[in-house]
């Protein structure tokens, strides 16, 4: 739990200007969200009973907003084939921690989420590759 939501807030940081006002009130916001998050994973241990599974699961989500908000404009400037491809992957990363957030109402949701993540990190691989490919030419 601890490493995504730092993963997520890495990749915030590194398609962020930090020196924006409103960036660093969002970077201490998703910390403090983080923090609390880590702090009470010993006791709930991820149900989703756990108030805090939904506020990771939320501020996931708002982060991975920001980010394919980021990609999308990217893709926008150079359309191409690998950032239309990163742009994908990380819609599908945002849509699962959405479904995730919904598992209470139906558990499949989870299924679903799992699948959406899977096929996420599938693209994001194929689109490594394809950049590995593209610098030994």
Partial sequence: VFLT????????????????????ILFLYFLGINAAVVSFIPYFLGSPKNPFYYTF????SVILLFVV???YK???KRKNTQKLLLFISFLLLLFSQ?????IFTDYPLYVFGQILQLSAFFILFYDYLLIMRGTKK
Wanted: positive net charge; glycine residues 8%.
């Fill in 5 to 24: 939501l730092d993963g997520f807030l890495g990749i915030f940081l590194i398609l962020t200007n930090l020196g924006n006002k409103k960036n660093i």
């Fill in 57 to 60: 699961h939320l501020t996931a």
């Fill in 69 to 71: 908000h980021s990609y």
């Fill in 74 to 76: 990217n893709y926008q």
């Fill in 98 to 102: 959405l479904a995730f957030m919904f």
